[in-house]
């Protein structure tokens, strides 16, 4: 039976409107309501990794806001702030510190060092930060006035880091090995390979951070004729620590090399006034920055990761 004229216009006007609608929806952002289920993105087309699991959250909850702050205006030639650790060494520690959000378990860190460690301010800066973003992180340091890094070889202490059960190790050392007027590149390699094996047959799990010193001056003559200059041998030791990291599977934090390193690092200590009178060591306040460069440096690393 034929249709008249007034029975097609009438079918057509709402097969218009649905195209209409139809076209305004993909136009317009799709808005999800409380009672909305949730909106979950595609998947990859490969085996998931425990990373992957990000992908079940519309809204990326696992990373942290970073700690941004303005260095003294005399520092120059700074670099990027970064963790070095193209291996992904430490992966699997900031895939335990991403469950630790939820799960509520406890994680801890344990910070070996000279006396840049051993006076607490650098490391309890970067434990007092990190324990903002993970209320259950433990962040610990043992550090010894004067330690080389062949200092914690000893069986007790080795004994004494282990005891700590500890999931990630930071070693700061090297200030004192530059200060060798016969330093050895060869035989401070040796050292750090005594002290990372007597670590890892402990702790063949626990992943290692290694970092440069900040640097330093020497002094010369005494008294009213004492005078300084930057310490010549710390580009050597930071050298020998870089290489180090490097071919042996270790994650780096070159805070030496971040702050200017040979031309500028001790420069950029001194003239913004955070070094003490002896040139070594530093006031609270370089601690202090200090602790938040490597939280800075450590929070970058893990947002890297969850991301």
Not at 76 to 90: F, H, I, K, R
Not at 178 to 187: E, G, I, Q
Not at 202 to 217: A, K, R
Not at 219 to 227: A, E, H, L, P
């Given at each position: 039976?034929?249709?008249?004229?007034?029975?097609?216009?009438?079918?057509?006007?709402?097969?218009?409107?649905?195209?209409?609608?139809?076209?305004?929806?993909?136009?317009?952002?799709?808005?999800?309501?409380?009672?909305?289920?949730?909106?979950?993105?595609?998947?990859?087309?490969?085996?998931?990794?425990?990373?992957?699991?990000?992908?079940?959250?519309?809204?990326?909850?696992?990373?942290?806001?970073?700690?941004?702050?303005?260095?003294?205006?005399?520092f120059?030639?700074?670099?990027?702030?970064?963790?070095?650790?193209?291996?992904?060494?430490?992966d699997?520690?900031?895939?335990?510190?991403?469950?630790?959000?939820?799960?509520g378990?406890?994680?801890?860190?344990?910070?070996?060092?000279?006396?840049?460690?051993?006076?607490?301010?650098?490391?309890?800066?970067?434990?007092?930060?990190?324990?903002?973003?993970?209320?259950?992180?433990?962040?610990?340091?043992?550090?010894?006035?004067?330690?080389?890094?062949?200092?914690?070889?000893?069986?007790?202490?080795?004994?004494?880091?282990?005891?700590?059960?500890?999931?990630?190790l930071?070693?700061?050392?090297?200030?004192?090995e530059?200060?060798?007027?016969?330093?050895?590149?060869?035989?401070h390699?040796?050292?750090?390979?005594?002290?990372v094996?007597?670590?890892?047959d402990?702790?063949?799990?626990?992943?290692?951070?290694?970092?440069?010193?900040?640097?330093?001056?020497e002094?010369?003559?005494?008294?009213?004729?004492?005078?300084y200059?930057?310490?010549?041998?710390?580009?050597?030791?930071?050298q020998?620590?870089?290489?180090?990291?490097?071919?042996?599977?270790?994650?780096?934090?070159?805070?030496?090399?971040?702050?200017?390193?040979?031309?500028r690092?001790?420069?950029?200590?001194?003239?913004?006034?955070?070094?003490?009178?002896?040139?070594?060591?530093y006031?609270?306040?370089?601690?202090?920055?200090?602790?938040?460069?490597?939280?800075?440096?450590i929070?970058?690393?893990?947002?890297?990761?969850?991301?």
């Open positions: 039976m034929a249709w008249s004229r007034r029975g097609k216009t009438a079918g057509i006007g709402p097969l218009l409107t649905g195209v209409v609608f139809l076209l305004l929806m993909t136009l317009q952002p799709v808005r999800l309501h409380a009672q909305d289920g949730p909106f979950f993105p595609p998947l990859p087309d490969r085996p998931l990794t425990p990373r992957d699991t990000l992908l079940l959250h519309s809204q990326r909850t696992d990373t942290v806001p970073l700690l941004r702050f303005l260095l003294p205006a005399t120059t030639e700074v670099g990027d702030n970064q963790l070095q650790d193209a291996d992904g060494v430490l699997s520690f900031w895939e335990k510190l991403r469950l630790l959000r939820a799960t378990d406890s994680l801890h860190i344990l910070h070996v060092g000279d006396s840049h460690v051993r006076g607490h301010i650098f490391p309890q800066t970067v434990g007092d930060s990190l324990k903002q973003a993970f209320t259950t992180l433990r962040y610990t340091d043992m550090g010894i006035n004067g330690a080389f890094c062949t200092t914690f070889t000893r069986p007790d202490r080795v004994e004494a880091v282990v005891a700590q059960h500890p999931d990630l930071i070693l700061s050392f090297g200030t004192n530059s200060h060798n007027r016969r330093y050895n590149a060869t035989l390699r040796q050292q750090l390979d005594n002290l094996r007597a670590l890892r402990s702790l063949p799990d626990v992943p290692i951070l290694l970092t440069t010193p900040p640097g330093s001056y002094r010369f003559g005494r008294r009213r004729n004492r005078s200059k930057i310490n010549p041998r710390t580009a050597a030791t930071v020998t620590i870089r290489e180090y990291a490097v071919s042996n599977g270790l994650a780096l934090w070159d805070m030496y090399g971040l702050l200017g390193g040979s031309s690092a001790c420069r950029n200590w001194w003239e913004s006034g955070l070094m003490r009178p002896d040139h070594v060591h006031l609270p306040e370089g601690y202090t920055l200090q602790g938040r460069l490597l939280y800075q440096a929070l970058k690393s893990y947002n890297d990761y969850v991301r």
